[in-house]
């Protein structure tokens, strides 16, 4: 599925809706890239615009409570959507609707319903609505599934997540704040490295005695994935000492040989064979961005793809789901309950005739991902 690309000269265009902390992470890379340029910041409370605004330095930047108006209003190219998830639908359907390509902070969306309503309206309009896992876009990440290549069939992954963060506010009252909201950059990672998608998962949540939060900050789970492998997921956030990589601790097993990555250096291989580097992806944030100028210059397809994106959401579902039932959880079952709850909620007519017309979800969204190099 092909999508619009922008062919106007100089730097893209771009304006940054959502004023918080990851708007200012998103504002700081567009001022330090060649190829972007930022016309505008867009929030609910026009003093947390401003306010970033008067931090980027950038002199008689616009703001505006409208994303669309303001887009409009600065002749933005795209828009970068990093307000918080329940708001990732509308504001992403309404730049959609009105002619803008989207790079969007994870998850796609609060939902995996919501997910698919957003995919089918990428694939509406023909906007390219772009995820961004940033957690995909390091280095030493890229040079783990190159080492890969010759090692033969891949069979086991697994990783470590220890980290102890005391952030206060709304994560320390979630009922499960590490599966949520920080779990699906391992299992993004997870996907990229076996280039698969999930088949089921059994996982068990739990809370040590010591913990600060009042969901369980713990959770062990077991994928399936297609192919095969078995992708394992061992974490806590509250665990003091001996701390991992935020991106974590890994081992790939495959036929003929293992690569450690402990999240932060090269990763090491045994046997320790010539591999070729690949492309320079760039790293974190600015990695997204990257990708995202070239395909809307190029045409060039992105990873984090919404039709690609969904199946990490998926897995967080799947695995809060496993955990609450106490037994396995297949993924087609997420997925089958979240299209029939699209079916039922979508409003615009010409997005549910989209949604309706895909022969399967899992096929609708295979048939569209390309998260390998």
Not at 6 to 17: A, H, M, N, Q
Not at 49 to 77: F, H, P, Y
Not at 281 to 300: C, E, K, N, T, Y
Request: hydrophobic share 45%; with cysteine; glycine share 10%.
């Amino acid at each position: 599925m092909s999508f619009s690309t922008i062919e106007s000269e100089g730097p893209l265009r771009l304006i940054v809706v959502g004023a918080g902390g990851m708007g200012g992470a998103w504002a700081r890379n567009i001022a330090a890239s060649p190829d972007a340029v930022l016309v505008g910041i867009a929030d609910l409370y026009p003093e947390s615009a401003a306010s970033l605004a008067a931090a980027t330095g950038i002199e008689g930047l616009a703001t505006g409570t409208d994303a669309i108006e303001l887009a409009k209003r600065t002749g933005a190219d795209a828009i970068v959507n990093a307000t918080i998830p329940e708001a990732h639908h509308p504001v992403t359907i309404a730049a959609l609707n009105a002619g803008f390509p989207v790079l969007g902070e994870k998850p796609v969306a609060s939902t995996v319903a919501e997910g698919l309503s957003l995919a089918a309206a990428a694939q509406l309009t023909g906007q390219l609505f772009m995820v961004s896992q940033n957690r995909r876009y390091h280095p030493a990440l890229h040079q783990a599934k190159q080492r890969l290549t010759g090692l033969g069939a891949v069979g086991i992954v697994s990783v470590d997540f220890f980290q102890s963060p005391h952030f206060g506010g709304f994560r320390d009252e979630m009922a499960s704040p590490l599966l949520l909201d920080m779990a699906i950059h391992q299992f993004d990672m997870a996907r990229y490295l076996l280039d698969a998608d999930p088949v089921s998962v059994s996982c068990e949540e739990y809370n040590p005695a010591w913990s600060w939060y009042r969901g369980d900050a713990a959770a062990n789970a077991v994928f399936a994935m297609e192919g095969g492998a078995r992708f394992t997921f061992n974490g806590s956030w509250c665990s003091p000492g001996h701390e991992t990589s935020w991106n974590g601790s890994w081992r790939v097993s495959a036929e003929r040989g293992s690569v450690l990555w402990n999240g932060e250096d090269d990763p090491v291989a045994a046997p320790d064979e010539p591999f070729e580097p690949g492309e320079d992806l760039g790293r974190d944030i600015g990695g997204s961005l990257r990708q995202f100028v070239a395909a809307l210059r190029h045409g060039l397809e992105p990873m984090g793809r919404v039709h690609a994106n969904i199946m990490s959401l998926a897995m967080v579902e799947a695995a809060t789901q496993s955990a609450a039932q106490g037994s396995r959880v297949a993924i087609d079952d997420v997925l089958d309950r979240s299209y029939a709850s699209a079916l039922a909620t979508e409003r615009d007519p010409e997005v549910l005739a989209v949604l309706k017309s895909w022969p399967s979800v899992r096929e609708a969204l295979s048939s569209k991902r390309s998260d390998s190099e």
